[in-house]
């Protein structure tokens, strides 16, 4: 193999890893800027190289052409279901059932595993590649949705197959010298959306002005049966796998505790909170410990699964229908409660999209008083017919919002009304106004006061600005005093303002201007995320910041310059050209030039730059900074040609130094790294 070739294999095998450590770890070791630049020298190799493309190549995610339909695949072995238990007594009963028809349960262990509420899938591995994936289906043929499921980062697209691999593709210590791996594996876990991905994924939408998702479970199941890859891609799915349905060519576990260890080995993402226990009153409580703490997880889980550890006696038990009487579903309470909706408010959001509200009877679903919900947008009230008084079924899973699934319409005695929407702004009393092909309303009035205070809210949020230090109740402080007309304003406050506001003394406003000025130095991407234009999320505004290079350029972009950037269509053209047209957004860009808020070229362009201050040195930071976020202090340093890592070592040029640090002091002393603080790091930087 020449060196190049020897290149290639190693950059695979690294993104693997940090794929593995990222999507199925939750924890990387590597910066987003690093691991971008290992995908592009892939990139190029396989440019220049087409012919050495493996199907197992990062790249080949979300390569597949969309089809016109799924292809059926009949399963190796039934997709079974599960029997429902609600509560205690009926897992016991459970147990006793079983214990009735063979004894041998009374020595088994019980593993509990949280039951996650998301869609089965069957995964094939053949000699260690991911050749096939399949839905459930009817339990014994589901639909081919391999191109889909590729897509998903968490699943492996190759595992090992060679007893002699010490290590996986993930670089995980192998567990397999007991037994040969099989070379045809097909195992089951469970695709679903985290519900912090799904409210980050509804808001986006919401600003854009479409239609928003209902509930992780829906949109899950909706990418995955997306005909176009590239669909799917975009949704962030991930999932947990459980169980091996069938094997070929080698050994697998005899136990469900040791089939969950031996998947976790082999590189699948793999639930943590999973227990074994000796008896059944343990596994029980244990079960009955996470109904209150359901909504610590990340996702949705509507109950636990009590199983059988010895697989061959949960075999030997068999089934009744579909479901096996080795395992149970312990399910949690609903978390629907229906209640009176009192009213219908009426929200401002940042890009002025009017967003209606519920306002509930207060009722509690699983502990927790819920008193407003999501109504999603107008015409969802109108197409579900929810009128003000109804009584409204009420959902609220996890830490999701909740929403109104819908009126009950069989106890309605008259006096409900149906919702109007309003044809004015409820916080400036301006028209609002549709736009084509969109579900939303707007208020386009620039000085209407709500949008004002989300709009600095979105200004200094983490994906735009970034200034930390400026919650929502100084932001909105901020304008009641009028110190703040445009986001351009912040860069003019001073001391003395700040410390006539209330709550303010004279750290806090020290270190809130620090972070204010500090935020002049993000990219131009930030700062194009952050003006807030309709239509121009993070990805949108990465794009002009690459086309354009600077703010001057984008203020003179026409319609015909912005159509011909790549997934840029003439909506957000549209939006683009209109939102500089505009005498109050150029006055507020003539403000923010003044205040030296002008980046010129995005991060990751100059983050190769030999020329910063910071250049050719590593930096290592721990604790807590008093003027950046954890993102900030990154950019701070890669904007100025430094680089940022995790863990200190003997080529870490200096550890920054905050607020209760940890273990990293005490190996930087160890090892000799010099300590610095946040100032000596701006002086090294040149901005001291
Ligand atoms: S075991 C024989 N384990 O719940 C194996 N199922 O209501 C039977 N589910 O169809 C399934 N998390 O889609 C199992 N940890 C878990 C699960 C799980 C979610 C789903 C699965 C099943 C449904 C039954």
């Given at each position: 193999m020449d060196n190049l070739q020897a290149r290639y294999e190693d950059l695979k095998r690294q993104i693997h890893f940090h794929n593995y450590r990222y999507h199925?770890?939750?924890?990387?070791?590597?910066s987003d800027g690093e691991y971008d630049r290992l995908l592009a020298e892939l990139k190029q190799i396989e440019s220049d190289?087409?012919?050495?493309?493996?199907?197992?190549?990062?790249?080949?995610?979300?390569?597949a052409a969309p089809a016109d339909r799924f292809e059926k695949v009949r399963h190796p072995a039934p997709i079974l279901s599960l029997a429902n238990a609600f509560g205690a007594a009926d897992a016991r009963a459970w147990y006793e059932r079983v214990r009735k028809l063979d004894d041998r349960v009374e020595r088994t262990k019980f593993v509990v595993e949280p039951k996650i509420d998301g869609l089965s899938v069957v995964l094939h591995y053949r000699d260690g590649l991911f050749v096939q994936g399949a839905t459930r289906g009817d339990g014994e043929v589901g639909e081919d949705i391999t191109s889909n499921l590729r897509t998903?980062?968490?699943?492996?697209?190759r595992i090992p197959v060679e007893r002699?691999?010490?290590?996986t593709e993930t670089g995980q210590p192998s567990l397999f010298s007991n037994f040969l791996l099989p070379n045809y594996l097909v195992v089951r876990g469970e695709v679903f959306i985290p519900i912090a991905d799904f409210e980050a994924l509804n808001k986006k939408l919401e600003e854009a002005g479409e239609k928003t998702y209902l509930n992780p479970r829906n949109t899950a199941a909706g990418s995955l049966r997306q005909l176009d890859p590239k669909l799917t891609a975009q949704r962030p799915l991930t999932l947990l796998v459980y169980q091996i349905v069938h094997a070929e060519g080698g050994e697998i576990p005899a136990s469900q505790w040791e089939t969950l260890e031996t998947l976790r080995a082999l590189g699948f993402p793999v639930t943590d909170i999973a227990r074994r226990f000796d008896d059944i009153n343990s596994a029980i409580a244990y079960t009955e410990s996470w109904g209150d703490k359901r909504?610590?997880?990340?996702y949705e889980a509507d109950g636990m699964v009590i199983k059988i550890d010895d697989l061959g006696l949960a075999a030997d038990l068999g089934f009744v229908g579909k479901d096996p009487r080795g395992a149970i579903a312990f399910k949690f309470p609903a978390l629907e409660v229906t209640t009176t909706l009192l009213d219908i408010n009426v929200e401002v959001g940042r890009t002025g999209v009017l967003t209606p509200k519920a306002v509930l009877e207060p009722v509690e679903i699983n502990g927790v008083i819920v008193k407003n919900a999501t109504l999603h947008n107008f015409d969802y009230i109108a197409e579900k017919d929810i009128r003000i008084g109804d009584r409204v079924l009420v959902k609220r899973a996890g830490e999701v919002i909740p929403y109104v699934i819908g009126p009950?319409?069989?106890?309605?005695?008259?006096?409900e009304r149906p919702f109007i929407p309003p044809t004015?702004?409820?916080?400036?009393?301006q028209p609002v106004e549709h736009f084509e092909g969109e579900v939303a309303w707007y208020?386009?009035?620039?000085?209407?006061p709500e949008q004002l205070v989300r709009n600095v809210e979105h200004y200094v949020s983490r994906g735009a600005?970034?200034?930390?230090?400026?919650g929502i109740k100084i932001v909105e402080q901020l304008i009641a005093e009028g110190l703040?007309?445009?986001?351009?304003?912040l860069y003019a406050l001073t001391k003395e303002q700040l410390l006539?506001?209330?709550?303010?003394?004279d750290k806090k406003a020290d270190n809130l201007l620090a972070s204010i000025a500090e935020s002049?130095?993000?990219p131009l991407n930030r700062l194009i995320t952050a003006?807030?234009?309709?239509?121009?999320g993070e990805v949108a505004a990465g794009d002009l910041a690459r086309h354009f290079g600077n703010l001057d350029a984008l203020v003179d972009a026409t319609d015909a310059d912005l159509q011909?950037?790549?997934?840029?269509?003439p909506n957000t053209a549209a939006a683009i050209v209109d939102w500089f047209s505009r005498p109050a957004n150029r006055n507020l860009l003539g403000k923010l030039k003044a205040a030296g808020v002008w980046p010129v070229v995005q991060v990751s362009e100059t983050s190769?730059?030999?020329?910063?201050?910071?250049?050719g040195m590593t930096f290592v930071v721990t604790g807590t900074l008093a003027g950046f976020s954890r993102e900030g202090i990154k950019e701070f340093i890669e904007s100025h040609g430094g680089k940022v890592t995790d863990s200190v070592s003997k080529k870490t040029s200096y550890l920054v130094l905050g607020e209760n640090p940890g273990s990293k002091l005490d190996k930087a002393r160890s090892l000799g790294v010099p300590v610095i603080d946040e100032a000596a790091l701006r002086q090294l930087a040149g901005q001291g």
């Open positions: 199925v770890l939750d924890a990387p070791v590597i190289h087409p012919d050495w493309i493996s199907p197992d190549s990062p790249t080949q995610r979300a390569g998903i980062k968490a699943i492996p697209l002699s691999e010490q290590r909504s610590s997880l990340d009950v319409t069989d106890v309605r005695n008259g006096s004015t702004c409820p916080a400036c009393g208020c386009v009035n620039a000085a209407c600005m970034d200034i930390v230090g400026l703040v007309k445009d986001v351009a304003d006539e506001l209330e709550g303010f003394a002049k130095n993000r003006l807030g234009i309709h239509g121009v011909s950037i790549e997934g840029f269509g190769e730059q030999s020329s910063g201050k910071l250049s």
